[in-house]
């Protein structure tokens, strides 16, 4: 039997790049006209290694999919080799994809439930098709609570769809900055994402929260709502590590026995607990 | 499966009619050491060696492997399979084990490797039972020595002036049948047994495998982990000697003047600093102490205990004692358990 070489990628067009922040861009994707992903099922919380041949490969999460149309977006932040490539060659460029991989948000668990969204700067990106998919089976699932958080207001990402978001029945939008430069409007909170909590009204019972965003975020989040009564079995994280083959063999994701790009990249904090090298 | 005994004399010509089908990697002394290399003759080899500096992960994972080739205009090239039959001659138990535990990695997950199937399909293995473990030697303990139970072709077995030869497949049986001997008698089973008490009676280290994965999860901010980050000189020999360690990175390199380039694969390992390092110079694993909690863990505790899911409760080790015998800083993953269990 011959098996596929896994690491053989489709070369996808990037048809438009949006900027969100000064250092985040959106880019929409398209795989080619008869690709074999356009049947692929697409979880919200999955991933995708995006690659620049001779610049190198890295996972991406999907911030977009449109369903058997083979388009996509992924919110970048432009940090490294692969994401200053992306930005500096914009519209037009050709990258390779393979994937998705991993394991995504619990949409089904969470059917019937109310949703609480807890995010952190760029944490928002792979939560945005959640957001999407909630009020697209608006009736499938409970309220909708959003908690996005960001070191200032031009950092939140987004920001255009905040209108849409709220106009979402049974939905609120809650939004938190560190600081606010001088010059900016901001009638919200200052303060970290935490401190929402205390305006939530999504109730322990019969909820799911997802929340991304930085380790250490993550941990507070975790830590606050335990003490408001959450179990550790519906509260779930996606965590950022470094991935090199995305299929569990390159061995870098590893927390414990776990592969975070095989047994995540979202996890219930449930498995989570007692791991090493995790913040939360 | 069938068997033979083989006169000690009759080796020469077993192994040299295998070298007319297979090219032929044994175990040959190198200065103090041993190393598989590729030999012609059974004289080229020393099948009394106790252990090779290098496991041979290296002939199923080299240390650097091409993915594909790429042009910059589009179109991409995977590597050519060229290689014939090869042919491992005395690997030892734990060596065997270890490509049977690589095997779960690169073979029973959902994304099989090619080249590395490729490579073990073609890649013959007489095993050698081992009798003479080295001061650094646990297998026992780990259940992965000194005889293999399976996952050879042939095995051999020293039985003073013969071989007992025992084949584990179709290929070993035809492998066999090239060989002069005569008929395996309940006597040569005894000897065997009689070697691997024999075997066994040498060892000097072990690992208490019971409940081990709880152990290191119960004990992951115990001093022991402190002690050893700053012991510990973080080098990489340890993986790079460790016959089961399997971690790679994934790098473009372009050529000049930069119409094409390669995708390739290179070891990796878990000690060195860049290893958890992401975007913006974030790192999961800073510390020394929580690099060298990642391989001994990854090793003895989590690694075998529920990372290849299907084989539950076995370790990734396999008590070859690479790590130990080549640590600068003299680290001991068996003494590191006796600490955690607080012997």
Same mark, same amino acid.
């Given at each position: 039997m011959r098996l596929e070489n896994p690491y053989l990628a489709e070369e996808c067009a990037v048809k438009r790049v949006k900027r969100q922040t000064p250092d985040v861009y959106t880019y929409t994707i398209s795989y080619p006209r008869g690709s074999n992903r356009l049947r692929m099922p697409f979880r919200p919380g999955q991933f995708i290694m995006v690659s620049i041949p001779g610049i190198g490969e890295a996972p991406f999460s999907f911030s977009a999919w449109d369903d058997?149309?083979? +388009?996509?977006?992924?919110?970048?932040?432009?940090?490294?080799?692969?994401?200053?490539?992306?930005?500096?060659?914009?519209?037009?460029? &050709?990258?390779?994809?393979?994937?998705?991989?991993?394991?995504?948000?619990?949409?089904?668990?969470?059917?019937?439930?109310?949703?609480?969204?807890?995010?952190?700067?760029?944490?928002?990106?792979?939560?945005?098709?959640? +957001?999407?998919?909630?009020?697209?089976? &608006?009736?499938?699932?409970?309220?909708?609570? +959003?908690?996005?958080?960001?070191?200032?207001?031009?950092?939140?990402?987004?920001?255009?769809?905040?209108?849409?978001?709220?106009?979402?029945?049974?939905?609120?939008?809650?939004?938190?900055?560190?600081?606010?430069?001088?010059?900016i409007e901001w009638d919200h909170g200052v303060g970290v994402v935490t401190t929402l909590f205390d305006r939530m009204r999504t109730e322990p019972n019969d909820s799911i929260v997802m929340t991304c965003g930085p380790e250490i975020m993550m941990k507070f989040v975790v830590k606050g709502l335990l003490a408001m009564g959450f179990q550790p079995k519906d509260l779930y994280l996606s965590l950022e590590r470094r991935m090199k083959c995305g299929i569990a063999q390159c061995g870098h994701?590893? +927390?414990?026995?776990?592969?975070?790009? &095989?047994?995540?990249?979202?996890?219930?904090?449930?498995?989570?607990?007692?791991l090493p090298d995790l913040l939360v | 499966?069938?068997?033979?005994?083989?006169?000690?004399?009759?080796?020469?010509?077993?192994?040299?009619?295998?070298?007319?089908?297979y090219r032929i990697f044994g175990p040959r002394k190198k200065g103090?050491?041993?190393?598989?290399?590729?030999?012609?003759?059974?004289?080229?080899?020393?099948?009394?060696?106790?252990?090779?500096?290098?496991?041979?992960? !290296?002939?199923?994972?080299?240390?650097s492997e091409r993915i594909f080739s790429f042009k910059m205009d589009g179109g991409v090239e995977e590597p050519e399979e060229r290689d014939g039959p090869s042919l491992i001659f005395g690997i030892?138990?734990?060596?065997?084990?270890?490509?049977?535990?690589?095997?779960?990695?690169?073979?029973?997950?959902?994304?099989p490797s090619p080249s590395y199937a490729r490579r073990r399909e073609r890649t013959a293995l007489v095993a050698l039972t081992c009798i003479d473990p080295s001061e650094n030697c646990f297998?026992?303990?780990?259940?992965?020595?000194?005889?293999? =139970?399976?996952?050879?072709?042939?095995?051999?077995?020293?039985?003073?002036?013969?071989?007992? =030869?025992e084949s584990g497949s179709r290929r070993g049986e035809e492998m066999l049948a090239l060989a002069k001997g005569r008929a395996v008698t309940a006597a040569?089973?005894?000897?065997?047994?009689?070697?691997?008490?024999?075997?066994?009676? /040498?060892?000097? /280290?072990?690992?208490?495998? /019971?409940?081990?994965?709880?152990?290191?999860?119960?004990?992951?901010?115990n001093p022991v982990w402190k002690r050893l980050g700053e012991k510990d000189l973080a080098c990489g020999i340890c993986v790079n000697s460790c016959p089961t360690c399997f971690c790679f990175d994934v790098r473009d390199q372009l050529d000049f003047p930069m119409v094409g380039g390669v995708r390739y694969k290179e070891w990796d390992a878990c000690v060195l600093l860049e290893f958890s390092q992401v975007a913006l110079?974030?790192?999961?694993?800073?510390?020394?102490?929580?690099?060298?909690?990642?391989?001994?863990?990854?090793?003895?505790?989590?690694?075998? =205990?529920?990372?290849?899911?299907?084989? !539950?409760?076995?370790? !990734?080790?396999?008590?070859?004692?690479?790590?130990?015998?080549?640590?600068?800083?003299?680290?001991d993953l068996t003494e590191v358990v006796k600490e955690l269990r607080g012997i």
């Open positions: 058997g149309k083979g +388009i996509f977006d992924t919110t970048i932040r432009t940090v490294g080799n692969v994401t200053s490539a992306l930005m500096k060659r914009g519209e037009g460029q &050709r990258v390779w994809v393979r994937g998705p991989y991993g394991r995504g948000w619990p949409m089904e668990e969470a059917k019937g439930k109310d949703v609480l969204i807890v995010a952190g700067g760029i944490g928002m990106a792979p939560l945005r098709p959640v +957001i999407e998919l909630v009020a697209k089976n &608006r009736r499938s699932y409970g309220g909708l609570e +959003i908690l996005y958080g960001a070191r200032t207001p031009n950092d939140l990402l987004f920001a255009d769809e905040f209108e849409s978001w709220k106009g979402i029945p049974d939905a609120d939008l809650l939004l938190t900055v560190d600081s606010v430069p001088k010059g994701c590893q +927390i414990g026995p776990k592969f975070v790009c &095989r047994d995540g990249p979202v996890f219930p904090y449930s498995e989570l607990r007692g | 499966m069938g068997g033979k005994v083989i006169a000690k004399d009759s080796l020469g010509e077993f192994v040299s009619k295998l070298s007319e089908r103090t050491e041993w190393i598989f290399d590729e030999v012609r003759s059974a004289e080229e080899m020393d099948l009394r060696y106790s252990t090779t500096i290098l496991p041979p992960r !290296k002939f199923f994972i080299p240390t030892h138990s734990c060596d065997l084990n270890a490509l049977l535990l690589l095997d779960m990695v690169f073979l029973e997950g959902e994304f297998c026992e303990s780990m259940g992965t020595g000194p005889s293999p =139970a399976g996952g050879y072709d042939v095995l051999l077995t020293d039985l003073g002036r013969e071989y007992l =030869a040569d089973l005894e000897g065997k047994a009689k070697a691997i008490e024999c075997a066994k009676s /040498k060892f000097k /280290k072990k690992v208490d495998l /019971k409940g081990i994965d709880e152990l290191f999860l119960r004990n992951l901010d110079g974030g790192n999961f694993r800073r510390d020394r102490a929580a690099r060298i909690r990642q391989f001994i863990g990854h090793n003895l505790g989590w690694g075998g =205990a529920s990372q290849f899911r299907e084989f !539950k409760g076995r370790a !990734k080790c396999v008590g070859c004692g690479r790590c130990i015998r080549y640590c600068p800083a003299g680290i």
